[in-house]
């Protein structure tokens, strides 16, 4: 078995990218850190043969849900604050336009997109984390890309 060190390092950016696309940009780094407390602890327990990625990512996934709902649970605030300045650049940057879009997708589809084009899921594992079929799986990735594809401002 790797050391766990490795594992964070090989795939905390995949996870770090898909709670900010489920999530948004502040509180992935909350989930993200939730993640691996978690994963630390169910890491000795892991098949030899099992999938990280889609093991962490399904951690990622279920630490999303518990943002959500704490979030739900929250008093909502009386004056809005202004968003953070969008950042465009490398991969890694966190681009706010993106996720005002992103937040406009409903949540599957929003799901979807993240699990299968930023942590590389293959449809029948983004179906067993969210609920449904693959085939709907395949349908709300397509429909938040094509979204996404018309409402996304392109970089002149």
């Known amino acids: 078995m790797q050391p766990f060190e490795q594992i964070v390092t090989d795939y905390g950016p995949v996870v770090l990218r898909v709670c900010r696309a489920v999530l948004g940009p502040q509180e992935a780094e909350d989930a993200w850190s939730e993640t691996f407390l978690s994963a630390l602890k169910a890491y000795p327990d892991l098949p030899p043969d099992a999938n990280v990625e889609a093991w962490l990512v399904t951690i990622a996934h279920r630490k999303a849900i518990d943002v959500t709902r704490a979030a739900a649970r929250r008093p909502t605030p009386v004056e809005t604050l202004p968003e953070r300045p969008g950042r465009t650049g490398r991969p890694e940057d966190w681009d706010g336009d993106l996720w ?4 406009a997708l409903p949540d599957r589809q929003r799901q979807a ?7 590389g899921l293959p449809y029948k594992e983004i179906a067993d984390l969210c609920g449904g079929s693959t085939d709907a799986a395949r349908r709300a990735a397509a429909d938040g890309i094509k979204t996404l594809r018309t409402t996304y401002p392109r970089p002149a």
Do not use: K
């Open 113 to 119: 997109v993240a699990y299968h084009y930023l942590a």
């Open 100 to 103: 005002q879009v992103l937040r």
